[in-house]
């Protein structure tokens, strides 16, 4: 079963930068609106970043001129690019690829595992 595998997470220091990347450990089909999502602790899983086929994008408010969503529609693959981080970026990121073409086989909703990312002095 294919499943989504993130990289990237760790501890640093506030103002500095992380990428996270994520990949699907096999083949998938399809055409995918991809995306990270984080969760704090205690809170529920939040929007982040999502990036289409086409390329459009939409950042949450919180991190809209900080982070970067990019993508890969041949690999499936997905980055985000985190600058300037702050405390309350702090949380488990989650990549997320959404299928919109249904009707092709194995294109199906997958989440990654989650990579933690903490922002901490």
């Known amino acids: 079963q294919v499943q989504l595998v993130e990289s990237g997470g760790g501890l640093v220091q506030p103002g500095e930068s992380l990428t996270l990347s994520c990949a699907p450990s096999?083949?998938?089909?399809?055409?995918?609106?991809m995306g990270w999502y984080r969760q704090a602790p205690g809170m529920q899983r939040d929007l982040v970043a999502t990036i289409t086929k086409d390329g459009s994008t939409n950042y949450a408010d919180a991190v809209k001129g900080r982070f970067t969503i990019s993508g890969d529609n041949a690999k499936n693959t997905v980055s985000l690019q985190m600058n300037s981080l702050k405390p309350e970026d702090t949380g488990v990121y989650y990549c997320n690829l959404k299928c919109v073409t249904r009707w092709v086989p194995r294109c199906d909703d997958y989440w990654g595992q989650g990579t933690q990312v903490t922002v901490s002095s």
């Open positions: 096999g083949i998938i089909l399809g055409i995918y609106v």
